[in-house]
């Protein structure tokens, strides 16, 4: 049994940060990724950012230069800051945990920027 725990969400001006958190527990072995993919009304989930075990980061088009996500190995957390925030990036945001056997999401997150 794997449990995510999300937090961070809420409502923001345009311009203004918001950070999300993802704390895993549980049965989980060998995570090989963790981070956060989001999805608008309307639209397919899409990638924000991830990173590795090792450290490595992936982050969307649309997010590079504002976001920066960042990860505790010891304490299966996931952190993602969000500044520059636009309307655009208002979404539900999931996290993800990635290990060698399947992948495991959260419940989501509501992230609303007004304009």
């Known amino acids: 049994q794997v449990h995510l725990v999300e937090s961070g969400g809420g409502l923001v001006q345009a311009g203004g940060s918001l950070r999300l958190s993802c704390a895993a527990s549980?049965?989980?072995?060998?995570?090989?990724?963790m981070g956060w993919h989001r999805q608008a009304p309307g639209k397919q989930r899409e990638l924000v950012a991830t990173?590795?075990?090792?450290?490595?980061?992936n982050y969307g088009d649309s997010v590079k230069g504002r976001f920066t996500i960042s990860r505790d190995n010891a304490k299966n957390t996931v952190l993602l800051q969000m500044n520059d925030l636009k309307p655009e990036d208002t979404a539900v945001y999931y996290c993800?945990?990635?290990?060698?056997?399947?992948?495991?999401w959260g419940q989501g997150t509501q992230v609303t920027v007004s304009s």
């Open positions: 990173v590795t075990s090792g450290g490595s980061t």
């Open positions: 549980g049965s989980i072995l060998s995570i090989q990724r």
């Open positions: 993800i945990v990635v290990n060698l056997l399947r992948d495991y």
